[in-house]
């Protein structure tokens, strides 16, 4: 027996009037996805515990299997997992992301956030600023004294790692959240390091506004990556045995770093396609090639589809849509023929992490809609995969309940 999971970032959402008042998944044509809904377990799921950020991080716990309530300490120490950055005790790891600011004459307090990945910035130009900003000779003064260096993530996304850093009631906000609002109330704050990272991020403004790599970006139309954002904070994370837990290893693809981190913790394999790239233009049949290749040597694959989130962040609802289109047809659908081809008895999970809503661009932690097929009964739910059919099956209220489902456990 196979076991797959499928992620499928933000895909879910409340009905947007643009779309006749659908959601994007009532929406979009996925035949695929809605004929495994027909003939599973369809319902919903909490994956993001009450009291916790709703997002990627916790949600993406809970379906592996590891209660946030538990093991959560923030975003960023899962990201540094991924490449492998040890942090030490009394460390702290937050997500640096290459952001967007208004261009006007305001002080960076009074400007608006724009783009919380710098308009979907190129991985080598995001390295290129942030290497750059680290070796600036005010900046790094100003880092040493604060303890801070810089891991270049080759995305919008880098990791800072700060030592003995007082996170004692520290206020920061995840970007994503609040584009368009003025910088001012989100700036880091509730405690004396609270005004170390302002400072930084000041500094960070000053250097990069007018850096030649972001006027030339100004020149060819596109978003200057003209600040860095601190967020997602947290040590040092253990987590629990994915193999001892469920009997088999396995891979997690992905293009982002938080769930190749979770993979690492959990002792899975954390699988790169080449041309993955956590935006809409990113390599979905590769993806459905790598799960086929990891069900050659392991019984666990799952795949993770960034697309959807990112385009509802960066107000593309066509985006979301093709994006949720383009998981059916060229992730999931060479995926099933390869599984058919093989001869495979499976069971899969698809689900979307969080609902990502259109009328935001932020998160929210509502429940979401699964589907578990087994490729051995058909369930006759005859149902499609979207919100509204979600709730006519079972809730669960607790996202860790799910790898067990998937393992007849």
Request: hydrophobic share 40%; glycine share 10%.
């Amino acid at each position: 027996m196979k076991y797959i999971l499928v992620i499928g970032d933000g895909m879910a959402d409340n009905p947007v009037p643009s779309l006749s008042n659908k959601t994007p998944l009532q929406y979009a044509h996925i035949p695929h996805m809605d004929a495994l809904a027909a003939k599973s377990e369809l319902g919903s799921v909490t994956n993001c515990p009450k009291g916790l950020p709703p997002g990627s991080d916790t949600a993406i716990l809970s379906i592996f299997g590891c209660d946030p309530r538990v093991c959560y300490t923030g975003r960023a120490p899962l990201e540094a997992a991924a490449t492998g950055i040890a942090l030490e005790p009394g460390d702290a790891a937050y997500r640096c992301n290459m952001v967007s600011y208004e261009d006007t004459d305001l002080p960076l307090a009074e400007r608006r956030i724009l783009s919380h990945n710098a308009g979907s910035i190129e991985g080598d130009v995001s390295d290129a600023l942030i290497s750059a900003l680290f070796a600036d000779e005010a900046f790094a003064a100003l880092a040493k004294q604060a303890g801070m260096r810089v891991y270049p993530g080759s995305s919008f996304r880098h990791i800072a790692v700060q030592h003995a850093a007082d996170l004692n009631g520290i206020r920061l906000t995840p970007p994503h959240d609040h584009l368009g609002e003025v910088v001012g109330p989100l700036l880091p704050s509730g405690c004396a390091n609270a005004a170390v990272l302002t400072e930084l991020m000041e500094c960070a403004h000053a250097f990069l506004d007018h850096h030649p790599l972001n006027e030339a970006r100004r020149a060819s139309g596109r978003l200057p990556a003209n600040g860095i954002w601190f967020w997602a904070q947290g040590t040092a994370v253990a987590l629990p045995s994915f193999p001892e837990a469920y009997g088999t290893g396995g891979g997690v693809i992905s293009a982002v770093p938080l769930c190749h981190g979770i993979a690492r913790l959990t002792g899975l394999e954390p699988i790169t396609v080449p041309g993955a790239t956590g935006e809409l233009e990113t390599n979905y049949e590769g993806k459905a090639a790598a799960a086929l290749e990891t069900l050659e040597h392991y019984d666990f694959a799952a795949v993770h589809v960034e697309a959807p989130d990112e385009c509802t962040h960066n107000g593309d609802t066509q985006g979301k849509l093709q994006a949720i289109e383009w998981l059916d047809s060229r992730m999931l659908a060479p995926l099933l023929d390869g599984l058919a081809a093989r001869g495979w008895d499976f069971r899969m999970l698809i689900l979307s992490d969080h609902k990502t809503l259109t009328s935001t661009r932020g998160h929210d932690g509502d429940p979401v809609p699964y589907l578990l097929y087994d490729s051995r009964k058909d369930q006759g739910c005859g149902l499609a995969y979207c919100e509204a059919d979600g709730e006519k099956g079972p809730h669960l209220p607790d996202g860790t309940m799910l790898m067990s489902r998937l393992f007849e456990k």
